[in-house]
């Protein structure tokens, strides 16, 4: 009964409480219940400021409502105006970067060699280790007390100016903290009495930890045997981590002012293990340091232990020759090694190609050799050239046979022999074949995979009973290309000023506007580092008139246009009277008048002669290393390119608007002391014939006489106009035949030619 009146009581007043809770609920949630200091001392609130009448100003909180007294005291609120300050741009700081990428990363090369020399032994031993070992090792550098006056060609020799054994080696841990400590993460030291097999120091330090501090070499116990630990015997070389090192380096002066020796290896241990406490091991994580101790007037071919085929070292060495036939032997054996793992491997692909998807097709011959190229059209289909013992017919003038000589004859005879050697091979002790004749012979270049060769043989078969015949037998083989090799060059610079040399002759006077314009604006205007010089060729009869009527008075009126024009430039010109234009006679005369270190570009009138070019220049051209020959591109004959078109105002460098002319030398970029240097070796054979300035080129004269690099490539920046050029009949037959060839293959391409063959037989025949 209670129950029921307490409800209905609810009832009736439950509305009311459920609205008067929800009214103070939602009261208090639009109240600000955050509490805010005034600071009125200013120490804090910056953006809180005081009026006049005490009050807050611009600190109304967001929920209040501004009376008016509010309003007119915000009225007194004065902006304050900043005024604007014009930001001053400090200079770019010159960022300064490391020239090698390597360098920037800190990535080091692997193993620095240091050969110990001396005086009396750097001409015979020193120059028999640089023999066999500079070509396999990047650094080789050769240490000694006084060096002779003659330094051995091709040898980097480092003299510390005194004889005395524990100075020098004091002196050369030195060098090496000053120069290559980080550069090289491992150092490798031997004398001049030992002979090193270099790719095996090289594997064994490639399977070494570079963090390591490793005293590795071959043990022995210090004289007396008071001092405990091992020092590594020089005579076998040993090697140094570059962590070792670097703990060593602040104790270097120490060793030299407290630690008495008479031997320089013993020395450097003592001061090893007294200052790092490493001891010299032999071993380490299952790597060995063999070594073998060569007895006296020893053969090295009669040497048959295990040891001796193992070492990585042979001490000691008594003559350059012993040195030589040590290099021969374990080079036999790291040959034979090469060959045994061909064999493995090409016994792997040809078990692994049964599983392939097309079965043993799937493994190409020879095994391991890339398979043939696959020409996609007629266009890329390679040549076979055919030869017999005497002749090949494919000829380099174009002709359709000619004598099989020179380089191309050493190689079908070795290839030959080759043959002979592996069918012998194969067929032996049941026949024995003797080569009768080559009755074909095939070959062409393969670029994926090497030379190939398809030879029909006719061989006398001869069995072990005596009795013979005679057979044809067909073979082929391939001379694969080799690994290929970066070959380290000196580093040379973009910043090498290069004097263009340009002969004229009284028929290209006509093509100098046009030269001097485009120069002016790729030059001149650009402030491009070069110097050009004119060389005005005049005969006998002109040079006799050049008072009365100078041939190149126009052309020398027009190089003081251009220097007014632009102030900062001089165009030198040399003028040389001669019967018959010769470029060793022309560049005899300017070498003269120029420094040794001059960088020459010897060019044509008709060569567009860029920035672009010119770089290429600076950069192919190294001194007393190589010479630069570009083959530049030559513009077709416009009447037969462009017959019965408009022609273009720039030419492209596309296949129907010229070509490469391989056949043009005139182009050259060298230096002077290389060209003197050249000319120099050819100076006996002027003696005996005069004639030979007059028949040889440039190009001729360094490929034949100079020991220098010829580098020759096409040049898309080298742009040359048509013109027809004046071939000399008393230049050599080479060079005038190539001459020739170079006029023939100017006029237009096969198909140019055709169609204007075509419309002159079509207009015959109407």
């Known amino acids: 009964m209670r129950f029921s009146a307490f409800i209905s009581v609810l009832r009736s007043v439950g509305p009311v409480v459920i609205g008067i809770s929800l009214g103070?609920?939602?009261?208090?949630?639009?109240?600000?219940?955050?509490?805010?200091?005034?600071?009125?001392?200013?120490?804090?609130?910056?953006?809180?400021?005081?009026?006049?009448?005490?009050?807050?100003?611009?600190?109304?909180?967001?929920?209040?409502?501004?009376?008016?007294?509010?309003?007119?005291?915000?009225?007194?609120?004065?902006?304050?105006?900043?005024?604007?300050?014009?930001?001053?741009?400090?200079?770019?700081?010159?960022?300064?970067?490391?020239?090698?990428?390597?360098?920037?990363?800190?990535?080091?090369?692997?193993?620095?060699?240091?050969?110990?020399?001396?005086?009396?032994s750097i001409n015979t031993l020193g120059v028999a280790v640089n023999r066999t070992i500079s070509h396999h090792l990047d650094t080789v550098v050769f240490f000694t007390g006084m060096r002779n006056r003659k330094v051995p060609h091709g040898m980097f020799v480092v003299s510390h100016g005194d004889e005395r054994l524990i100075w020098n080696?004091?002196?050369?841990?030195?060098?090496?903290?000053?120069?290559?400590?980080?550069?090289?993460?491992?150092?490798?030291?031997?004398?001049?009495?030992?002979?090193?097999?270099?790719?095996?120091?090289?594997?064994?330090?490639?399977?070494?930890?570079?963090?390591?501090?490793?005293?590795?070499?071959?043990?022995?116990?210090?004289?007396?045997?008071?001092?405990?630990?091992?020092?590594?015997?020089?005579?076998?070389?040993?090697?140094?981590?570059?962590?070792?090192?670097?703990?060593?380096?602040?104790?270097?002066?120490?060793?030299?002012?407290?630690?008495?020796?008479?031997?320089?290896?013993?020395?450097?241990?003592?001061?090893?293990?007294?200052?790092?406490t490493t001891n010299c091991v032999s071993e380490y994580e299952g790597l060995h340091y063999h070594h073998y101790e060569l007895g006296k007037n020893s053969d090295p071919s009669k040497e048959q232990s295990e040891q001796f085929k193992k070492a990585l070292t042979v001490h000691p060495v008594s003559d350059p020759e012993q040195m030589y036939r040590l290099h021969r032997y374990f080079?036999?054996?790291?040959?034979?090694?090469?060959?045994?793992?061909?064999?493995?491997?090409?016994?792997?692909?040809?078990?692994?190609?049964?599983?392939?998807?097309e079965g043993n097709r799937s493994a190409q011959w020879p095994v391991g050799i890339n398979p043939p190229f696959?020409?996609?059209?007629?266009?890329?289909?390679?040549?076979?050239?055919?030869?017999?013992?005497?002749?090949?017919?494919?000829?380099?003038?174009?002709?359709?046979?000619?004598?099989?000589?020179?380089?191309?004859?050493?190689?079908v005879a070795d290839v030959i022999d080759i043959a002979m050697g592996e069918l012998n091979k194969k067929y032996k002790p049941v026949l024995h074949l003797k080569k009768q004749q080559l009755i074909n012979g095939y070959r062409r270049f393969d670029p994926i995979r090497g030379m190939e060769y398809t030879l029909d043989l006719q061989l006398e078969v001869v069995n072990q009973k005596g009795h013979s015949r005679s057979i044809t037998k067909r073979v082929y083989l391939v001379r694969p290309l080799s690994r290929i090799e970066i070959i380290p060059m000196p580093y040379v610079t973009e910043a090498t000023r290069v004097h263009i040399i340009i002969p004229l002759t009284l028929q290209e006077r006509s093509y100098v506007d046009h030269f001097l314009e485009v120069f002016a604006s790729?030059?001149?205007?650009?402030?491009?580092?070069?110097?050009?010089?004119?060389?005005?060729?005049?005969?006998?009869?002109?040079?006799?008139?050049?008072?009365?009527?100078?041939?190149?008075?126009?052309?020398?009126?027009?190089?003081?246009?251009?220097?007014?024009?632009?102030?900062?430039?001089?165009?030198?010109?040399?003028?040389?009277?001669?019967?018959?234009?010769?470029?060793?006679?022309?560049?005899?005369?300017?070498?003269?008048?120029?420094?040794?270190?001059?960088?020459?570009?010897?060019?044509?009138?008709?060569?567009?002669?860029?920035?672009?070019?010119?770089?290429?220049?600076?950069m192919n051209s190294i001194n007393n290393w190589q010479v630069f020959f570009p083959i530049h591109f030559q513009d077709y004959n416009p009447d037969v390119a462009y017959h019965n078109q408009q022609r273009p105002a720039t030419v492209d460098l596309v296949k129907d608007a010229g070509h490469f002319d391989r056949r043009s030398f005139e182009e050259a970029c060298f230096y002077n002391s290389d060209y003197m240097a050249t000319r120099t070796r050819m100076v006996a054979d002027v003696q005996e014939n005069e004639e030979i300035l007059e028949t040889l080129?440039?190009?001729?004269?360094?490929?034949?006489?100079?020991?220098?690099?010829?580098?020759?490539?096409?040049?898309?920046?080298?742009?040359?106009?048509?013109?027809?050029?004046?071939?000399?009949?008393?230049?050599?037959?080479?060079?005038?035949?190539?001459?020739?060839?170079?006029?023939?293959?100017?006029?237009?391409?096969?198909?140019?030619?055709?169609?204007?063959?075509?419309?002159?037989?079509?207009?015959?025949?109407?």
């Open 697 to 766: 080129d440039i190009y001729d004269m360094f490929v034949k006489y100079s020991g220098l690099h010829v580098f020759r490539a096409v040049e898309p920046a080298l742009h040359q106009q048509y013109r027809y050029q004046a071939c000399n009949p008393r230049l050599s037959e080479d060079i005038y035949h190539r001459c020739v060839q170079s006029n023939l293959e100017g006029l237009g391409s096969r198909s140019q030619l055709a169609m204007l063959l075509f419309e002159q037989e079509q207009g015959n025949s109407t």
């Open 169 to 276: 080696m004091f002196q050369t841990i030195r060098y090496i903290f000053d120069h290559y400590i980080n550069e090289y993460d491992w150092f490798y030291f031997v004398q001049d009495d030992a002979y090193t097999e270099a790719d095996r120091i090289k594997d064994l330090v490639d399977h070494l930890s570079m963090d390591r501090e490793l005293y590795i070499g071959s043990p022995e116990e210090f004289i007396g045997g008071e001092m405990e630990g091992k020092y590594c015997y020089g005579g076998f070389g040993y090697l140094l981590s570059r962590t070792l090192l670097l703990r060593l380096q602040p104790f270097l002066e120490n060793c030299r002012n407290d630690i008495l020796s008479a031997r320089p290896d013993e020395w450097l241990g003592r001061c090893i293990i007294d200052y790092t």
């Open 24 to 120: 103070f609920t939602l009261s208090l949630l639009s109240v600000n219940w955050t509490e805010e200091a005034c600071y009125l001392d200013g120490a804090k609130g910056e953006d809180v400021t005081l009026g006049q009448d005490g009050q807050l100003k611009g600190a109304r909180k967001p929920n209040s409502i501004s009376t008016i007294n509010d309003v007119e005291s915000e009225e007194d609120f004065e902006p304050r105006i900043v005024p604007y300050k014009q930001v001053q741009q400090s200079a770019p700081k010159k960022v300064f970067r490391a020239k090698y990428i390597s360098t920037e990363l800190g990535m080091r090369e692997r193993l620095f060699v240091g050969v110990l020399t001396s005086k009396n």
């Open 522 to 618: 790729n030059a001149f205007e650009t402030s491009e580092n070069s110097i050009l010089t004119l060389l005005f060729i005049y005969d006998p009869v002109e040079a006799q008139q050049v008072n009365q009527n100078d041939i190149f008075a126009s052309v020398k009126t027009q190089i003081n246009v251009y220097e007014r024009k632009y102030p900062t430039v001089k165009i030198p010109w040399i003028s040389v009277k001669t019967e018959t234009p010769s470029q060793i006679k022309f560049m005899d005369i300017i070498s003269k008048k120029h420094p040794v270190d001059t960088l020459f570009f010897l060019a044509n009138v008709n060569t567009n002669v860029n920035s672009e070019f010119l770089n290429r220049c600076r």
């Open 331 to 357: 080079s036999e054996i790291e040959l034979q090694k090469t060959y045994d793992e061909i064999a493995k491997l090409q016994a792997e692909i040809k078990n692994v190609s049964v599983v392939a998807f």
């Open 374 to 411: 696959e020409p996609k059209s007629r266009f890329e289909v390679l040549k076979w050239e055919y030869f017999t013992e005497e002749e090949i017919y494919s000829c380099v003038d174009g002709s359709p046979k000619c004598e099989l000589r020179g380089i191309d004859s050493m190689d």
